[in-house]
């Protein structure tokens, strides 16, 4: 059980979390028994590949699952001692925006293209802390000199087509973090940047970070970019955690065949002068159906391993190591 | 933004010109209207002398030509054959009824296309939309004239709550602005429901959500002025169908607007008329997309700013 | 497999420019160019696959189109099996190119939806007359199998199979001509991770099996250099290095080669101080509209001195078949 | 259609619930069924009036005039819908109407279509001036009021069924034109058509294997919903007198010659007006059952 302390520290918790899509075509199980937790001031890196519902997960926390046809169909979402999904739409709006903000992937199309930046920006303030158009203006400027804008004065009168992609990540990050939240998740947002402006980015997030002690949940596919700035990491698969641990952790002891399989099909920068070449080593198959989903483990038909009870039953997420919790029946 | 506009411009003026030209040469193909105006019994000197006279002896193209400078540097279209003065100042006495009528349709429809079209978006797929829907299907396969003529006789003659006839009031306009304009309005309903089902699929409306915003601001705000863009560069556009469709109801409805003139004028072959009518249309048509791009680029900056 | 290459040129290309017009204004005139690509030089020896790297807009992409003959260059000369092929007749330049063929993005839109997947590959084989037709069907099972595809998904549509499957089919379907140069442009970029490494591993099979020489596009140096024998890199419409391999990972000596490595996040333990270790590229790539004098990297470099600012850099061989266009080159 | 990822089909956006979403799917279901049912009345009328029709739709009876439809006072059994002001059986005259309408917004849509798709993928395809030129005139056609330039190509070629088509066409294209103009430039977009320039295919097998299959549902709803529209303007042709001409029983014909009596004998305009509404709402709403289904945008919800 977890002892006082740490559940002072834990900013968010999610339990058991299962959101579902109920389409024409049968029940998607986006996310499925979800858990895990988020501390004051770290930053939780959820690595998946795309239907893995990271991002489900994520917009379930900001309970903007459209609905129909999603649903959250049970579990509980604590954040500084409240559970989301008790709240009204009314004090879920106080918190989205403030309290728990997002960016997401395309900052191309995540802008309204026919406001400007400033206005988009200074609305945060107007809604949450009542600023009147001159104040939230200049608030705006004093946020575009913060994520690193030149010239804010003149960039908070422009219009999101005038910034390039980069640029507009930036917008999109000082509108998120205006009001100062405890918590920022972040849905891929390196994923639409070149490399150079990514570490442009990354280092911002870092940095402002450290600086107003907000906690980041990181949602990516990228294992490079949680590498450099989680310091814990969850692994989804097909709407489960199957691995969570430390961020070094993952890298030098994964378990998870699947984490393990992601590690290897991956090219590795100088890997091969360190090595000599050697083909990367695929996962056989794919993600299976969310609306069919197999009995038994979910990664069974790509597992190398695969044993005749991991295709009987369904393994629970259990701790194998401290701090390190693995779903398969063949770890540790 | 001012070359843009100066380039819509020049666009219009090339539009009334082939207009124009496409008016003026499609009278030609067969018709002769020295035949159509004379009796039948006329001979051959009094129709060569009837041409000369109204000179349509000469070459089309050299027609065309005195038609156009007379057009554009006096304001000519020459008298009209069957009533004997200049056919601007026919067109100029019955244009502004005419007018009236389309821009009263114009308010009219996007009164109400606006609200019910964003209406049905909100509420995609339930009652209230499924109902709005199937109005509009209904309106887009009512002949407008049979329409004009089925409130005549619900609201003129049956329950006698308006007037079928005339221009003397506001009251006149209901009856013939809800004809004409019953015609374009499941259009745009249709459209600003598209418009704003598209426009809330959109990222940033997630992002109004993810920023606490309340739903009337994301939908008042965010989404409505995206969600409007394509009905307004429609709107220019209709002002032209629009016309059209008066001339039709104006029929039904005795409105003393260009209507019977203009069909009277085609009947007969009076086409000093005719292209006075053409090109008065025109002109409003290009005037009224004009207008539309104006508001358009205002509404979005990326046209107005590139 | 280095003594597989011979240092015989398959495709030499020299001077190559392509300059888009811009039209703008009220009479619709040319008022610039986009200079996408901008004087380029590179050449594929036989059975060697050769990377050409570079972020967003630099001008990759229609490196390749160019090659393909999609786009009509500007100016330049390709020549390909010792023959040049830019200002051939139509007819004559289709024969010449029909030995290099192209590998698309996105495997989603690159098959005809409309289409059974025997008759995409039957197609190609019956435009050009490539087998008898009572061949053919043999020929598509032939090719299915060579790209790891049952013969029996030849009457299947393309929506009925995964990203991986499909951009197979899409490789079949180049195979089809029987090219001796597969132009790959992205051609893993929009898969998920985990399937990234079965095409990439398909690929290398390929060209090992059929002696095939391969221009890898990519922004994703890690593949590139994965797969690549040789490296080119690219800013702006211009190749700023070219050079084996190992020279580029171990020796850059441009220094946008240099921080695109440094920009790259690795997927290893210790990302974080890695991370705040590194020297930022910063600002953002110049439009190929309006591009800077001098050298075009000038304002984001780290070395730059007046010189830059002023000439063209000139190419610099550093060392046997490793060039620099740069002033410094090597200098940290 | 295609479901590229599934994160993708988590867009955000309101789905109806699965109740909700079963009856708008009934609902959608039955209005397209509704829709097929008129279209199949409209099309065995068209067919098989000569036996159906219960009186021949040009004898005049001065002494029979103006009767009342059935359920009124005064109506004769031998008229169902009565008669009008030359004594001539009502329906007999509407079920007649049933085959010119249709004839004139079947080949009017089929002339459009060939007109309107050929310039449009010309100019989709080829772009540049070619596509300046054809755009040009779309623009300055469509925003020109049709009845002005179909009144006058009529009343210059002359009142005809034929030429009423001609000038139906004429006049109709340029919807198709400005729809498929657009495909044919989202489709270049596609990489399945620059894989196809790769391939070295021609541009002729380029447009009718590659591009004109893909646009195929989208111009099958373009069509049913412009043959309706092309059947309300032959009637309002020849409501104006310069479309089919009397004593041919078309519904507009019709309708002009109720009007005169609208006062006093409603029904000689209304049920010559129901049977284009009938028929228009009928083609409608097949249109728009077809494109719920052929839409994939729509068809996910």
Sequence with gaps: MMNQKTTEQTLLSIKNLSTYFHTPEGVIRAVEGVNFDILKGACLGVLGESGCGKSVTALSIMQLIPSPPGEISSGSIQFAGKDLLRFSSRQMRSIRGKEISMIFQEPMTSLNPVYTVGNQIGETYRIHEGLDARQAKEKSIEMLSLVGIPSPQKRVDEYPHQLSGGMRQRVMIAMAIGCQPKLLIADEPTTALDVTIQAQILDLMAGLQEEMGMSIMMITHDLGVIAEISDKVVVMYAGQVVEQSSIDELFKHPLHPYSRGLLNSIPKLGDKFVRGKQPLREISGQVPDLINLPSGCLFASRCPKVEKKCLENVPQLIEIAPGHDVRCWLAG | MLAYIIRRMFQAVAICLVISAMSFFMLFLNTDPALMLLPPEAEVADIAAFKKQMGLDRPVLIQYKDFLGRVVFHGDFGQSFVYKVPAVQLIMERFPATLRLALAAIVFINLVAI?????????????????????????????????????????????????????????????????????????????????????????????????????????????????????????????????????????????????????????????????????????????GNLVADILAALIDPRIRLN | MASKMTDDPMLQVEGLKMHFPIIKGVVRRQVGSVFAVDGVNFHINKGETLGLVGESGCGKTTVGRCLIGLYRSTAGSIIFEGREVINQSRKKMVTLRRRMQMIFQDPYSSLNPRMRVRDIIGEVLKVHGLVEPKNKTQRIAELLDQVGLKSDFAARYPHEFSGGQRQRIGIARALAMEPRILVADEPVSALDVSVQAQVINLLERLKQDLNLSMLMISHDLSVVEHVADRIAVMYLGKIVETGSDRDLYNNPHHPYTHALLEAIPQPRAGGRARRQSRKLLGGDVPSPIDPPRGCYFHPRCPRVEDQCKRDNPPMVEVSPGHVVSCFFPGKK | MIKPALSQSFSISSHPSSTIRTLKRLWHLRLGILGSLLILCLVTTALFTPWLAPNDPYTQDITQRLLPPFWMEGSSSDHFLGTDHLGRDLLSRIMYGTRISLVIGLSAVVLQLILGVGLGVLAGYYRGRVDSAISFIVNAMMSFPFILLALTLVSVLGASLQNIIIALGLTGWPVYTRVTRIETIKLNEQEFILAAHSLAYSSW?????????????????????????????????????????????????????????????????????????????????????????????????
């Design chain 2, 115 to 287: 609200p019910v079209g964003v209406i049905s978006a909100v509420k995609r797929g339930s009652f209230v939309d499924n109902i709005f829907t199937f109005f509009a299907l209904m309106g887009q396969a009512m002949p407008l004239y049979w329409l004009g003529i089925m409130l005549i006789i619900i609201f003129g003659v049956w329950l006698r709550w308006l007037p079928i006839s005339g221009s003397d009031s506001f009251a006149h306009l209901i009856l013939p602005a809800i004809t004409l304009g019953s015609w374009i309005l499941p259009v745009n309903m249709r459209l600003v429901r598209s418009g704003m089902l598209d426009v809330l699929n959109k990222d940033y409306i997630r992002t109004a959500r993810a920023k606490g915003l309340p739903e009337w601001l994301v939908l008042g705000k965010h989404a409505f002025k995206n969600a409007i863009l394509p009905l307004v560069t429609v709107i220019g556009m209709q002002l032209g169908l629009l016309l059209g469709g008066a001339v039709v109801t104006e029929t039904v409805f005795a409105w003393p607007g260009m209507g019977q003139l203009v069909l009277d004028s085609i009947h007969m072959g009076d086409y000093p008329v005719v292209q006075a009518v053409v090109v008065v249309f025109a002109v409003c048509v290009v005037v």
């Design chain 4, 205 to 301: 097998r380029i447009i009718t294997r590659h591009v004109l299959p893909n646009m195929l549902p989208t111009l099958l709803v373009l069509s049913t919903v412009e043959v309706a529209r092309s059947i309300i303007r032959e009637s309002l042709l020849s409501f104006l007198g310069l479309g089919i001409q009397p004593p041919t029983p078309s519904w507009g014909v019709m309708l002009a010659e109720g009007r005169d009596y609208m006062l006093m004998h409603w029904w000689l305009a209304a049920f010559p007006g129901l049977a284009i509404f009938m028929a228009a709402l009928g083609i409608n709403l097949l249109g728009d059952a077809l494109r719920d289904y052929t839409d994939p945008h729509l068809r996910k919800y």
